[in-house]
C-alpha cells in the first residue's frame, strides 16, 4: 500500500522535478511512512511514499523492467500476482523481486495497456514508457484506491491524494460550484468531479494514456448489466458462497499481520467467518461501540457474539463526543469534503487496529451486491401502497406522522424517519424515488439554501444528483432494482465508502482490503437475479441463506444499522459549540455560499426533532472545515497544511 505521484511536462521536458517529487510525497507520507522512491527521466517524474505488504526488504518502489525503459509506481495490490508472474516466467520475463508491482512492468511487455483487464486487486498506477515516451496512469474496477489528475496545456500532474497536487504552486484553488451543487445533492463529490476546479478523479475502471502531448481516456471495465442467469436457488447460494471463501482466501496474501473489521452485521461477521475457517490462529478482530445513552447505535454486543463463536482476538474501542475535535484533521486527510459520519468510526477503528496489524480486511460492498439497503424495498413497499385509498395516502398518513419524531436515537423514531421520506415519495415513478431517496438536499432546498450572487445555485434544479441521472440513463433495463444498484456501485460505493475507507485506514497508516468489492465477486452477484436480493421486505434474501451455517442465528436475524456515529443527538447536546462556531450567522455571511436563514431553519428544525437534519448539518459543517483548510489554508493540520510550494 502505497501513495503514487508525478508529473508530465509536454513542452519543457527538461525542467527539473525532483524537488517537486520529494514536496508531493512528503505531504502524503501517512498513506506510506517505510520507504519513498523516485524516478526521474526526460519530462518525466515518477514518486511514491511506501507502506510495506508484500516483499518487504524487496518492493523498493519505482520499479523497472531489465533494461530500464520502463518504470511503475504502484498504490495498492494485486491478489492475482502470483499466477500472473508464473506465466510470464514461461514466456521468458526474468523478475529481481518478489513483489505483486513487477508483475505488471512485465505485464505491460506483454499486453500493452490490455494488463488492466488481467489485474485482480485494488490498485492507482502510473506506468513511464520511456521508449515511447508514454504515460499510463489508470486505477482499479470498483474504485478502491484514488487517483487525481490536472490536466494542463503543457503538462499532467497525478497523485493518490488531491493535497499532493496542491505542492505544486502555481495550481490555483478556485472552489468548483458545479462541485458544490453535487456534493450538497448526495453528500460527496462523485467522479470525475473534485471539489476543486481543474482538478479530476480518474473514474472506477478507466485509465489515462498520455503520448505526444495528447491524452485519451479509456474504459477497460464495467459492471456487467442485463446479463441474469437462470440457476435454481441451491446452485445461487453454492456459487456465492464459493466465490466469498475464494475472494477472502485471494486477500489473504500478506507478509504482515492483518485482522478484521467486526461490526457484528452480516458482511463483516461473514468477512471474519471465512477467515477463521483458513487461518491457523485466532483472527483479529476490531469494533466500535458508544458511551452514555447513545445505545441504539452500539453494535459491541453483537460484535461480542461473533467474537465469541469464532475465538477471536478481540478488540474494542468505545467513543465519545468529544471525538469531534478530529474533524479539522479528518478532513484533510480526505481531500474533499464529506457527509458521512462513518469518516469518524472508520478512522477511530483504524488507529485502533494498527496497534497490532498492518492489513485490514472490512465488509464495505455487501449492501450493494446483496441488496442490504432500506431503499431497495421502495418497488415492493409501493405495490401495497398504492391499495390504500388516495385521500389516505396524501392525507392522513402524513399527519400521523407529524406526530412522531423522527431521529436515529431510537428504533421508532428511525422507522418514523424511514416512513415519512418513503411517504413524500410514494407519487413518484421508481427512478424519481430512488432519487429522493438518496438526495441529501433537494434541488428545491438547494435553491433556498444557496446565494444567487455566488454563482451557485442559478442551474440547481438540472444539476442537483446529475451523476446518478447519468448511471440511470446507461443502464437501461426494465429491472429497476438492479439499475438502483448499478448506481449504487457507480457513485456512493466508490465516491462515499471506498473513498473514506481508504482515507481513514490511509491517515492510520493502515491498509485496508474489501473482498466484497473484488470484481469476480461483483460481476456474479451483477447476474443474479434480483429477486434473489431482495425477496418480499427481506434484504440480502440470498446472502443470507448463502452464510447461514457459518453465522449465530441473531447476526442473520438482527436489524441493519449503519457504520456511523450517533451524530444527530451529539449535534443537538454535546457538539452545539461546534455548530454555533462553524454554522454562526457571522461565518456563514462571511464565506459567501449560502443564504443565512436556511441554514438557520435547519439547524432549528434538527434541535426541536421537527425533522432529522443530521446529514444535512454534518455536511455543511464538514463544508465549511474543508474550506478553511484547502481554500483558507487554516484551521487543518498545521504541521502539515496543504500549502503550496
Same mark, same amino acid.
Given at each position: ?8 511536462n !509536454?513542452?519543457?521536458?527538461?525542467a ?12 502524503i ?6 520507504d519513498?522512491g523516485?524516478?526521474v527521466?526526460r519530462?518525466?517524474?515518477? &514518486?511514491?511514499?511506501?507502506? @510495506?505488504?508484500?516483499d518487504?526488504?524487496?518492493?523498493h518502489?519505482?520499479i ?7 518504470w511503475?509506481v504502484l498504490?495498492g495490490e494485486?491478489y ?9 516466467e514461461n ?6 523481486t518478489?513483489?505483486d508491482t513487477?508483475?505488471i %512492468? ?9 494488463l !488492466? =483487464?488481467r489485474l485482480?486487486?485494488?490498485f492507482?498506477?502510473a ?16 474504485g ?6 490536472r490536466r ?6 497525478f497523485a ?6 496542491l *505542492?505544486?504552486?502555481d ?7 458545479g462541485?458544490?451543487?453535487e456534493?450538497l ?6 467522479a470525475?468531479l473534485?471539489?476543486?476546479?481543474g482538478?479530476? =478523479?480518474?473514474?472506477?475502471?478507466h485509465c489515462?494514456l498520455v503520448e ?12 456487467p448489466i ?7 436457488? *441451491? ?6 458462497r464459493?466465490?466469498l471463501l ?7 496474501v500478506?507478509?504482515?499481520?492483518l485482522?478484521? !473489521?467486526?461490526?457484528?452485521?452480516i458482511?463483516?461477521s ?9 487461518t ?6 476490531? @469494533?466500535?461501540?458508544y ?10 454486543p453483537?460484535a461480542?457474539?461473533v467474537?465469541?463463536?469464532f475465538g477471536?482476538?478481540?478488540h474494542e474501542i468505545?467513543v465519545?463526543?468529544?471525538? #469531534?475535535a478530529?474533524l479539522p484533521k479528518l478532513?484533510?486527510?480526505m ?8 469518516c469518524?468510526?472508520?478512522?477511530l477503528?483504524s488507529r485502533?487496529?494498527?496497534?497490532s496489524?498492518t ?9 450493494e451486491l446483496?441488496?442490504g439497503?432500506?431503499r431497495?424495498?421502495?418497488?415492493n413497499?409501493h405495490?401495497?401502497y ?7 395516502r396524501?392525507? %392522513?398518513l402524513?399527519?400521523?406522522?407529524k406526530?412522531? #419524531?423522527?431521529d436515529?436515537?431510537?428504533a ?14 410514494g407519487e413518484?415513478n ?16 438547494q435553491h433556498?439554501?444557496?446565494?444567487q450572487?455566488?454563482g451557485?445555485?442559478s442551474? &440547481? ?7 446518478l441521472r447519468?448511471? !440511470?440513463?446507461?443502464c437501461t433495463?426494465?429491472d429497476?432494482l ?5 448506481t449504487d456501485?457507480?457513485t ?8 473514506l475507507?481508504d ?5 492510520a @497508516?493502515i491498509?485496508?482490503r ?9 460481476e ?12 418480499g421486505l427481506?434484504?440480502?434474501y440470498?446472502?443470507?441463506?448463502a452464510?447461514?451455517?457459518?453465522l449465530p442465528r441473531e447476526?442473520i ?6 457504520f456511523g456515529?450517533?451524530?444527530?443527538g451529539?449535534l443537538?447536546q ?16 462571511q464565506?459567501?455560499?449560502f443564504?443565512w ?12 426533532q421537527? #425533522?432529522?437534519y443530521t446529514?444535512?448539518?454534518?455536511a ?5 472545515t474543508?474550506?478553511?483548510?484547502y481554500l483558507d ?13
Amino acid at each position: 500500500m502505497c501513495g503514487i505521484y508525478g508529473v508530465l511536462n !509536454f513542452k519543457e521536458p527538461d525542467a527539473p522535478c525532483a524537488p517537486l517529487l520529494v514536496r508531493m510525497g512528503r505531504v502524503i507520507e501517512h498513506r506510506g511512512p517505510d520507504d519513498e522512491g523516485h524516478y526521474v527521466g526526460r519530462g518525466v517524474g515518477l &514518486g511514491m511514499r511506501r507502506l @510495506s505488504i508484500i516483499d518487504v526488504t524487496g518492493g523498493h518502489q519505482p520499479i523497472a523492467n531489465e533494461d530500464e525503459t520502463i518504470w511503475l509506481v504502484l498504490n495498492g495490490e494485486i491478489y492475482n500476482f502470483k499466477e500472473l508472474r508464473a506465466d510470464l516466467e514461461n514466456k521468458g520475463h526474468r523478475f529481481r523481486t518478489h513483489t505483486d508491482t513487477e508483475v505488471i %512492468v512485465h505485464l505491460y511487455e506483454e499486453e500493452g495497456t490490455g494488463l !488492466f =483487464k488481467r489485474l485482480r486487486g485494488m490498485f492507482g498506477l502510473a506506468l513511464w514508457d520511456a521508449k515511447r515516451e508514454r504515460l499510463v496512469v489508470g486505477r482499479d474496477r470498483i474504485g478502491e484506491k484514488p487517483l487525481y489528475v490536472r490536466r494542463e496545456s503543457n503538462r499532467i500532474l497525478f497523485a493518490s491524494e488531491l493535497k499532493s497536487i496542491l *505542492q505544486v504552486a502555481d495550481v490555483p484553488r478556485r472552489l468548483s460550484l458545479g462541485s458544490l451543487q453535487e456534493y450538497l445533492a448526495l453528500g460527496y463529490v462523485p467522479a470525475p468531479l473534485t471539489m476543486l476546479e481543474g482538478i479530476e =478523479k480518474i473514474l472506477p475502471g478507466h485509465c489515462l494514456l498520455v503520448e505526444n502531448g495528447r491524452i485519451e481516456d479509456q474504459e477497460y471495465w464495467d459492471v456487467p448489466i442485463g446479463q441474469s442467469e437462470k440457476h435454481s436457488e *441451491q446452485e445461487w447460494i453454492e456459487r456465492v458462497r464459493e466465490k466469498l471463501l475464494e475472494t477472502v482466501k485471494a486477500q489473504l496474501v500478506s507478509d504482515v499481520p492483518l485482522g478484521a !473489521f467486526l461490526s457484528g452485521g452480516i458482511d463483516s461477521s461473514t468477512i471474519v467467518a471465512a477467515m477463521a475457517r483458513m487461518t491457523g490462529r485466532p483472527v483479529k478482530t476490531y @469494533s466500535i461501540g458508544y458511551g452514555g445513552d447513545q445505545s441504539y447505535y452500539n453494535e459491541l454486543p453483537y460484535a461480542k457474539v461473533v467474537a465469541k463463536a469464532f475465538g477471536t482476538d478481540h478488540h474494542e474501542i468505545v467513543v465519545r463526543p468529544e471525538v #469531534s475535535a478530529l474533524l479539522p484533521k479528518l478532513m484533510w486527510h480526505m481531500d474533499e469534503p464529506i457527509a458521512d459520519s462513518a469518516c469518524l468510526t472508520t478512522y477511530l477503528v483504524s488507529r485502533l487496529a494498527r496497534e497490532s496489524v498492518t492489513v485490514i480486511l472490512s465488509g464495505v460492498g455487501g449492501d450493494e451486491l446483496f441488496g442490504g439497503y432500506r431503499r431497495y424495498l421502495g418497488d415492493n413497499l409501493h405495490r401495497w401502497y398504492r391499495l390504500l385509498p388516495g385521500p389516505v395516502r396524501k392525507s %392522513v398518513l402524513p399527519a400521523v406522522l407529524k406526530l412522531f #419524531s423522527q431521529d436515529r436515537t431510537s428504533a421508532w423514531k428511525d422507522y418514523a424517519r424511514y416512513a415519512a421520506a418513503f411517504i413524500r415519495t410514494g407519487e413518484l415513478n421508481p427512478a424519481s424515488r430512488y432519487m429522493s431517496y438518496v438526495t441529501l438536499f433537494s434541488p428545491q432546498v438547494q435553491h433556498e439554501l444557496l446565494r444567487q450572487e455566488s454563482g451557485a445555485g442559478s442551474n &440547481g434544479n438540472e444539476m442537483a444528483a446529475e451523476a446518478l441521472r447519468k448511471c !440511470f440513463a446507461r443502464c437501461t433495463g426494465k429491472d429497476t432494482l438492479n439499475r438502483i444498484m448499478y448506481t449504487d456501485l457507480k457513485t456512493s460505493l466508490p465516491d462515499d465508502l471506498l473513498a473514506l475507507t481508504d482515507r481513514m485506514s490511509m491517515a492510520a @497508516s493502515i491498509e485496508c482490503r474489501a473482498p466484497l468489492v473484488d470484481y469476480e465477486l461483483v460481476e456474479l452477484a451483477s447476474r443474479m437475479p434480483s429477486s434473489l436480493k431482495v425477496r418480499g421486505l427481506t434484504m440480502k434474501y440470498l446472502l443470507k441463506k448463502a452464510v447461514a451455517p457459518w453465522l449465530p442465528r441473531e447476526v442473520i436475524k438482527r436489524k441493519k444499522r449503519g457504520f456511523g456515529a450517533p451524530v444527530g443527538g451529539w449535534l443537538r447536546q454535546d457538539l452545539k459549540p461546534l455548530v454555533h462556531e462553524l454554522l454562526s450567522e457571522e461565518q456563514v455571511r462571511q464565506r459567501g455560499l449560502f443564504h443565512w436563514p436556511a441554514v438557520q431553519q435547519l439547524i432549528e428544525d434538527h434541535q426541536e426533532q421537527r #425533522s432529522d437534519y443530521t446529514d444535512h448539518i454534518f455536511a455543511l459543517i464538514a463544508l465549511e472545515t474543508w474550506c478553511r483548510i484547502y481554500l483558507d489554508g487554516s484551521g487543518g493540520m498545521a504541521e502539515n497544511s496543504p500549502g503550496g510550494a
